[in-house]
Every structure is written in C-alpha cells, then in structure tokens.
C-alpha cells in the first residue's frame, strides 16, 4: 500500500519552532517532488514548500520564505519542513504530497500531485 504519513505537527506558541516529517511507505521517495500544502479553516489549500527529487531545488510561498525549510533524506524515505518563528496566521493542517517527477524544479500546484497525507495539525497560539 502506497502511504504519506505527517508527524510533528502540534500546539506552539507565537515564535516557537517545529518541524514535520513527511515519510513514506510502499514506494519510494527518490523519483518524487514533495510539497507541503496547508489549509486553514474557512480557507482554501494553500502550497507552502516544495522540494525537487534530488533536493537540490526548494521553492517557498512568500508567507513562508525566510522561516520555513523544506529538506529530504532519500535514504530515510523522508522529508522534512523546518518551521521557525511561527505565527498564529501559520495554524491549519500540514498535508504533503509526491510528485513522480525527475524535473530539476518543483511546483505548489496541489491537483498535479499523485499522493497525499492524511495531514498534521499545527496550532499556533499563546
């Protein structure tokens, strides 16, 4: 079975740092765009990050650019975003999502994507 599955997410105070990680089962990672995607309440998805299958192109919203990072390590079957100085505007749920590409750039545009997580929620507040 071919699974994305989150795990991070949590309740942070304005400020605070976590950081997601998105690992997959049942195939592998290395011929895969991942993206983080996030959707708030009351509001559409959004694309966050995303990163191309060798690592080595990162794209950000511009919400994001500065405190998010977005990195891989094929050989764990995972990839991680890194998000630091998180705001109250940053709580929604944390999806991501593979792309079967080999293309040396990678896109937020969450209907091109193949797989899906079940997403993480991340909450912050004070």
């Known amino acids: 079975q071919l699974q994305l599955v989150e795990s991070g997410g949590g309740l942070v105070q304005p400020g605070g740092s976590l950081r997601l990680s998105c690992t997959a089962s049942?195939?592998?990672?290395?011929?895969?765009?991942i993206g983080w995607f996030r959707q708030a309440p009351g509001k559409e998805r959004e694309g966050v990050s995303c990163?191309?299958?060798?690592?080595?192109?990162?794209n950000y919203a511009d919400s994001v650019k500065g405190r998010f990072t977005i990195s891989r390590d094929n050989a764990k079957n995972t990839v991680f975003l890194q998000m630091n100085s998180l705001k109250p505007e940053d709580t929604a749920v944390y999806y991501c999502?593979?792309?079967?590409?080999?293309?040396?750039?990678?896109?937020?545009?969450?209907?091109?994507?193949?797989?899906w997580g079940q997403g993480t929620q991340v909450t912050v507040s004070s």
């Open positions: 990163i191309n299958s060798r690592g080595v192109s990162r």
């Open positions: 999502a593979a792309l079967r590409t080999v293309q040396a750039t990678c896109v937020m545009t969450g209907p091109w994507y193949d797989y």
């Open positions: 049942g195939f592998r990672l290395d011929y895969y765009a």
